[in-house]
């Protein structure tokens, strides 16, 4: 029996060649390792721009960033790359592009300093950093520094937040404390401070991420509300047209009322089909940004300080209202489609029972001309048999008087008399037989 024996290296690598793998596979198992996090040390500062890029200028980012790359003589992103990360001596750049958005995100090393006096984002070239392409949709100051050995207190913190009230948790089981007001501050930006305890380079990275990250998919998730608000009035003028569609079902008169009815549902329906269409991506959008910000708290592992909200309180007791909302928006968009939906099906059963009773009335009206043409093809008939007879009797008569004439037989009215009857019997089997030939070779036709 043989034994299956352990492959060379050189077999391994030749069967390696040989095998065909999927075109995706290497850029999905990759996909893992998309968009580290940073590693960040104690003291740090962070600056994050976030854009949403211009769609009809899609390579005006990347022509951006080769800018800066040639100004300071750096390795530049290749065309295709999603995320570019590279240090330029004085600070790291790590560029993002997502699926709406795109994050330019600052670190500087050197934290230094009270916090926000001097930001990462100052280090950028302030021609470049003013021709950014894309409209700003958030931007946020992270400021990292060594936790004191006494825990300060609230009044102490707001100097670095211009005297704003102040959000603050113990987060991943008590080895920092965050603070931050979510406020924009007189310099465009939020901030965010860490006061780090035991935390090591990499669970700073991950933490920084984790904050930036909620903040960015908050930023988004509230794009859909002004449009949630915008079509509230929208979808309450159809409701109230569709109601008033409905109240007329049941006062239909003629076929016009029910055209009438039936092209201001199609209308209505149109129109609402048109409402989803243009909102369906913004609020599927939202809902997924919800369910991200959602995760994201989680991972914070937050410890209530007591005297301030926390930021899983602050952040799900401002965006749930909002996100309701988009919610409500659309599911009664959906709601308002499956009504409209509904009640032009009434209206086209009640239009096909008028057209069935329409044509029930027409076939028989059609039944009782049949009856009537057959009962005049009978009289006809009945006329034809008749006039027939008469003229073949007319020509007994005719024989009958030559035969008189000729001695054959005595009385000629006595043989037309006769004739009479076997004329009329004669026409009408002659009537009789020429109609069920008629009707049978009617059957057997093409």
């Known amino acids: ?11 391994a690598s030749d069967l390696h060649q040989r095998l065909r793998f999927h075109p995706e596979r290497e850029a999905l198992f990759n996909e893992l390792h998309a968009r580290p996090f940073p590693v960040l040390p104690t003291p740090a500062a962070l600056s994050q721009l976030v854009l949403l890029p211009d769609p009809q200028q899609p390579g005006a980012e990347y022509q951006h960033l080769l800018k800066l ?53 100052a280090l950028l070239p302030e021609n470049w950093l003013n021709a950014l392409p894309g409209r700003l949709i958030s931007s946020n100051h992270v400021a990292i520094a060594t936790a004191p050995a006494q825990s ?25 404390r965050l603070w931050s007001a979510y406020r924009i501050h007189s310099d465009g930006c939020g901030r965010l401070l ?15 991420r984790t904050l930036l990250e909620m903040e960015n998919y908050r930023m988004m998730l509230l794009l859909a509300l002004p449009q949630a608000k915008t079509i509230a009035p929208q979808v309450r003028t159809m409701e109230q047209k569709l109601a008033g569609a409905i109240l007329q079902i049941n006062q239909i008169q003629d076929l016009a009322d029910e055209r009438r009815l039936l092209v201001e549902l199609g209308s209505l329906a149109a129109g609402i089909e048109q409402l989803i269409a243009d909102n369906n991506f913004r609020f599927s959008a939202a809902r997924a940004y919800y369910e991200l910000i959602i995760n994201r708290l989680a991972e914070l592992r937050e410890q209530e300080y007591p005297g301030l909200q926390t930021f899983s309180e602050f952040l799900q007791r401002r965006l749930t209202p909002a996100w309701r909302t ?49 009962r005049l093809q009978q009289t006809v008939e009945g006329l034809s048999v008749a006039a027939i007879s008469y003229y073949l009797v007319g ?26 009857p076997f004329c009329i019997g004669a026409v009408w089997l002659s009537m009789r037989r020429l109609k069920r030939s008629l009707l049978l070779g009617k059957g057997n036709g093409p």
């Open 1 to 11: 029996m043989n034994q299956l024996l352990p492959q060379s290296p050189a077999n």
């Open 69 to 121: 790359c040639e100004r300071h003589a750096v390795l530049p992103p290749s065309p295709q790359s999603s995320c570019y990360y590279q240090d330029f001596g004085g600070f790291e750049l790590r560029w993002e592009r997502h699926t709406e958005f795109s994050t330019y995100t600052l670190v500087s090393k050197d934290g230094s300093g009270e916090p926000f006096t001097q930001t990462a984002l």
């Open 152 to 176: 300060p207190s609230p009044d102490d913190m707001r100097q670095y937040f211009e005297g704003q009230r102040l959000i603050s948790s113990h987060v991943s089981g008590g080895q920092a």
């Open 194 to 208: 860490i006061h780090n305890q035991e935390l090591n380079p990499c669970q700073t990275g991950r933490l920084v």
């Open 326 to 374: 988009c919610e409500a928006s659309e599911r009664g968009l959906d709601d308002l489609a499956l009504r409209i939906d509904r009640a032009s099906e009434l209206l086209r059963t009640r239009i096909d029972l008028t057209i069935e009773t329409q044509n029930q009335q027409l076939m028989l009206a059609m039944d009782r001309r049949s009856n009537t043409q057959l």
């Open 395 to 420: 020509l007994c008569k005719y024989l009958a008087e030559s035969a008189e004439s000729l001695g054959l037989i005595n009385d000629s009215h006595l043989a037309t008399g006769l004739a009479v």
